[in-house]
């Protein structure tokens, strides 16, 4: 009786049921994708019957939009978290944004469902990533979070090299996970290792600050300012 029991106690539950729907969607459509995921599928794996999800998200892109804002929403968080954390540490640009980088790589290696459904995304054009808010504002975030950390100015040239800092770290840290099962797996490479993923993360910091420091002593050259 506690297998029937226990979805019939969810269901009543509005919260409950919304945030079991939520979590079994997104492991589905970071699967199997939009297209290959029914609403009775989710319903099933949330442990609901199978018209709850219908009745609190409506159409199956609804649902899939709302997957989409709570991701984008927690990564929007973990950067705001992560700048109040290297403002108040009050450390050099060059720790500040070496934790950041690290933050990052374990915020995304913790989270294969967001990683994953970002790839279908890609994969789909960006269609339902252009109208969510959280996604805008994570970006916008991160780029105005790289410029603080690192004394550039926002609203000039330095908006353009944050954001393409910010292209630099992402690339850098995803095309591991993303290419778990094809590259790596022909160099032998296991990327869920935690001795790869920890290798993998100081590569990653020592090639931003060595590039990022390449990159400064190039400009203060081009400005005639002596070098530090």
Excluded at 8 to 19: D, K, P, Q, Y
Excluded at 81 to 109: H, K, M
Excluded at 120 to 140: C, F, I, N, T, Y
Aim: hydrophobic share 45%.
């Amino acid at each position: 009786m506690t297998s029937f029991r226990e979805p019939l106690e969810r269901e009543r539950n509005a919260g409950r049921s919304r945030e079991a729907i939520l979590d079994a969607a997104e492991r589905l459509f970071a699967e199997k994708g939009f297209a290959g995921t029914s609403l009775n599928e989710i319903g099933l794996a949330a442990g609901v019957s199978r018209g709850t999800p219908g009745y609190f998200f409506g159409a199956k892109s609804e649902l899939y939009r709302a997957v989409l804002e709570r991701c984008l929403e927690q990564v929007r968080m973990a950067v705001r978290s992560g700048r109040d954390r290297a403002i108040a540490s009050q450390e050099p640009a060059e720790v500040v944004l070496a934790g950041a980088v690290g933050e990052y790589f374990d915020f995304i290696t913790a989270r294969p469902n967001f990683v994953r459904l970002m790839e279908w995304e890609a994969l789909s054009g960006g269609r339902q990533l252009r109208d969510v808010p959280p996604h805008l504002a994570a970006a916008r975030e991160a780029v105005a979070a790289i410029a603080a950390e690192l004394g550039l100015d926002p609203t000039g040239p330095g908006a353009g090299e944050a954001a393409q800092l910010l292209l630099s770290v992402i690339g850098l840290c995803w095309f591991p996970l993303v290419h778990s099962g094809t590259l790596l797996g022909a160099l032998g490479i296991d990327p869920s290792a935690d001795r790869f993923r920890e290798a993998r993360k100081r590569h990653v910091i020592d090639l931003v600050l060595h590039g990022l420091q390449g990159r400064l002593t190039a400009q203060r050259a081009l400005q005639g300012e002596p070098r530090s």
